[in-house]
């Protein structure tokens, strides 16, 4: 454990337990006593511009609070950007070693672990943390408290992005708004401060939200104009009709009378007038749909790089385009995990160690959290496959299939899974012996794998097909006539057992498949 107060901070700087005692935003106040305003209320063009350009200026409470509001109003981006965040947050995350790690660091980074498990709410700190995608920058601070011999985070806390400035120096730093004119720079190991950028430049502009921004306004006006459209040309005219010389009381219980059949389908009027409806004024809403969806695509191409993976297309392959618009949305997980995991090693696991005395190694040594993007592969298909491409002489790495499979390498004194008695996994008939026999006998004389597979499947598939040439032959030699044979072939291949050819061209594909895959992976120096 940490004895001394001489520590250093993830600048390299020192500094003093003893600034941990309590959280930077209790000694300002006035943080907590403000009201969010909502500069949604009455946007226009103009009065949104005026927001972006203070916060340009370095006034960034307005365009953050506008952040707010339209997430909590519009629908489509709260949905998107849920689905971005949470492809990140709920992925699986585990704190590893550096490279060659000797067994003091391994243990340094096990406990690790176990300490950020015990952490109440680790995983709504991630998920917090993801809120730098939208809107550039994400705070959350750390309160401290030592419990068991260990420092532990006590709790860990989102702070609004109206709490904070943005001071421009030799680099941008983000600051606390407090009492003086540039703010106060943040207290090492008290913060988690994620930032992520969208596109390049200061943070004020870089952000997600600053993308959103127009789109939101023009769907809003688009819904009140369809909500106005609808008002009026969505209720048939109802026209009253009173005789000459009705006075003004008659009038007003006349059109009270309009007013009342309007909202209650029912109404009395007095004897002598009349009611008459016409037929709903003609008029279209596609426009205003038009626009919104526009609006809404425009969303979802900025949040997600796509469109297909949260709406359909018209007239599109939709099955088939957003399977690959999902393979845009994979390089945004994975590029958002990478940036989330550095930050919280340099700003939660880092402390974490440094407090706990957890550093055999030094700062160049510490361990890192990351998060699992890998997507696992298809059990039934490797296990079908890879017995036969190691019977054909191909040098697999066991990490590799480990990796790809997503199955944790057992430890050395592990209760191992073991093959059952007279199991063979291996997808040639005869088992792994008669696949090495196979391999070695078409091996020397084949170029290269393709052609092994093509013998091997040959192979295979004719001792099945065989079969059914041995009947034919028979029903050939026994036919009276042409069409006595059409008969008979009819009659005895009415149910063509395929099941069993169809696996070996199943196991076929699959080993192609991984045949490919292990040759790139080689060429890359992956494998």
Same mark, same amino acid.
């Given at each position: @454990?940490?004895?001394?107060?001489r520590?250093?901070?993830?600048?390299?700087q020192?500094?003093?337990?003893a600034?941990?005692s309590?959280p930077q935003t209790?000694?300002?106040?006035?943080?907590?006593?403000?009201?969010?305003?909502?500069?949604?209320?009455?946007?226009t063009?103009?009065?949104?511009?005026?927001?972006?350009?203070?916060?340009?200026?370095?006034?960034?409470i307005?365009?953050?609070?506008?952040?707010?509001?339209?997430?909590?109003?519009?629908?489509?981006?709260?949905?998107?950007?849920?689905?971005?965040?949470r492809?990140?947050?709920?992925?699986?995350?585990?704190?590893?070693?550096?490279?060659?790690?000797t067994?003091?660091?391994k243990?340094?980074?096990?406990?690790l672990?176990?300490?950020?498990? +015990?952490?109440?709410?680790?995983?709504?700190? &991630?998920?917090?943390?993801?809120?730098?995608?939208?809107?550039?920058?994400?705070?959350?601070?750390?309160?401290?408290?030592?419990?068991?011999?260990?420092?532990?985070?006590?709790?860990?806390?989102?702070?609004?992005?109206?709490?904070?400035?943005?001071?421009?120096?030799?680099t941008?730093?983000i600051?606390?708004?407090d009492?003086?004119p540039?703010?106060a720079?943040?207290?090492?190991?008290?913060?988690?401060?994620?930032?992520?950028k969208?596109?390049?430049?200061y943070?004020e502009?870089?952000?997600?939200f600053r993308?959103l921004v127009?789109?939101?306004?023009?769907?809003?006006?688009?819904?009140?104009?369809?909500?106005?459209?609808? +008002?009026?040309?969505?209720?048939?005219?109802?026209?009253?009709?009173?005789?000459?010389?009705?006075?003004?009381?008659?009038?007003?219980?006349?059109?009270?009378?309009?007013?009342?059949?309007?909202?209650n389908?029912?109404?009395?009027?007095?004897?002598?007038?009349?009611?008459?409806?016409?037929?709903?004024?003609?008029?279209?809403?596609?426009?205003f749909?038009? @626009? @919104?969806?526009?609006?809404?695509?425009?969303?979802?191409?900025?949040?997600?790089?796509?469109?297909?993976?949260?709406?359909?297309d018209?007239?599109?392959?939709?099955?088939?385009l957003?399977?690959v618009?999902?393979?845009v949305?994979?390089?945004?997980?994975?590029?958002?995990?990478?940036?989330?995991?550095?930050?919280?090693?340099?700003?939660?696991?880092?402390?974490?160690?440094v407090?706990?005395?957890?550093?055999?190694g030094?700062?160049?040594r510490?361990?890192?959290?990351?998060?699992?993007?890998?997507e696992?592969?298809?059990?039934?298909v490797?296990?079908?496959?890879?017995?036969?491409?190691?019977?054909?002489? @191909?040098?697999?790495?066991?990490?590799?299939?480990?990796?790809?499979l997503?199955?944790?390498?057992?430890?050395?004194?592990?209760?191992?899974?073991?093959?059952?008695?007279?199991?063979?996994?291996?997808?040639?008939p005869?088992?792994?012996?008669?696949a090495?026999?196979?391999?070695?006998?078409?091996?020397?004389?084949a170029?290269?794998?393709a052609?092994?597979?093509?013998?091997? &499947?040959?192979?295979?598939?004719?001792?099945?097909?065989?079969?059914?040439?041995?009947?034919?032959? +028979?029903?050939v030699?026994?036919?009276?006539?042409?069409?006595?044979?059409?008969?008979?072939?009819s009659q005895q291949?009415a149910?063509?057992?395929?099941?069993?050819?169809?696996?070996?061209?199943d196991g076929?594909?699959?080993?192609?498949g991984?045949?490919?895959?292990?040759?790139?992976?080689?060429?890359?120096?992956?494998?």
């Amino acid at each position: @454990m940490v004895t001394s107060t001489r520590i250093l901070g993830q600048d390299g700087q020192p500094i003093r337990l003893a600034d941990l005692s309590q959280p930077q935003t209790s000694k300002v106040g006035q943080l907590r006593a403000e009201w969010q305003n909502h500069p949604a209320r009455g946007l226009t063009p103009a009065k949104l511009a005026a927001v972006l350009l203070a916060a340009e200026q370095g006034d960034l409470i307005a365009q953050y609070e506008l952040f707010e509001d339209m997430e909590e109003r519009d629908g489509h981006i709260l949905a998107e950007l849920g689905k971005r965040r949470r492809a990140v947050a709920g992925r699986p995350w585990d704190v590893v070693p550096p490279d060659d790690a000797t067994p003091q660091e391994k243990e340094a980074a096990d406990r690790l672990k176990t300490l950020l498990d +015990e952490v109440d709410d680790i995983e709504g700190a &991630l998920f917090d943390a993801t809120d730098a995608i939208g809107k550039g920058f994400a705070c959350q601070e750390i309160e401290w408290m030592r419990a068991d011999g260990f420092w532990r985070p006590k709790s860990i806390t989102h702070r609004p992005q109206s709490w904070f400035k943005l001071y421009r120096g030799v680099t941008q730093e983000i600051r606390l708004r407090d009492y003086s004119p540039d703010g106060a720079p943040l207290q090492p190991f008290g913060w988690i401060v994620h930032t992520h950028k969208a596109r390049s430049g200061y943070l004020e502009r870089a952000n997600l939200f600053r993308a959103l921004v127009w789109p939101y306004l023009f769907k809003n006006y688009s819904v009140g104009d369809l909500a106005e459209f609808l +008002e009026i040309y969505g209720i048939p005219l109802r026209i009253g009709k009173f005789p000459s010389g009705a006075s003004d009381k008659e009038k007003m219980t006349l059109l009270q009378a309009l007013v009342n059949v309007g909202h209650n389908a029912a109404g009395i009027i007095p004897e002598g007038m009349s009611l008459d409806f016409h037929d709903t004024a003609d008029g279209d809403a596609a426009a205003f749909e038009l @626009m @919104m969806d526009w609006c809404e695509r425009t969303e979802s191409k900025v949040i997600l790089g796509a469109t297909l993976t949260s709406q359909a297309d018209r007239g599109s392959n939709t099955n088939a385009l957003g399977n690959v618009h999902n393979e845009v949305r994979k390089d945004l997980r994975e590029a958002d995990a990478k940036q989330i995991g550095a930050t919280l090693t340099r700003d939660l696991l880092y402390p974490l160690a440094v407090l706990n005395g957890l550093l055999p190694g030094g700062l160049r040594r510490c361990p890192r959290l990351v998060f699992d993007c890998a997507e696992n592969k298809d059990l039934t298909v490797f296990a079908s496959a890879l017995p036969g491409l190691v019977g054909m002489g @191909m040098r697999i790495k066991r990490s590799w299939a480990h990796a790809e499979l997503g199955i944790p390498e057992a430890e050395d004194d592990a209760d191992l899974l073991t093959a059952a008695t007279g199991f063979s996994p291996s997808p040639f008939p005869g088992g792994q012996a008669s696949a090495r026999a196979a391999a070695r006998a078409v091996l020397p004389e084949a170029p290269d794998y393709a052609d092994a597979l093509a013998q091997a &499947l040959a192979a295979r598939a004719g001792a099945i097909t065989d079969g059914w040439l041995d009947q034919i032959r +028979e029903l050939v030699a026994s036919a009276e006539d042409y069409d006595d044979l059409l008969g008979r072939l009819s009659q005895q291949f009415a149910d063509l057992p395929l099941d069993a050819l169809g696996d070996v061209l199943d196991g076929a594909m699959a080993a192609s498949g991984l045949a490919g895959r292990y040759d790139t992976e080689r060429e890359t120096g992956r494998a």
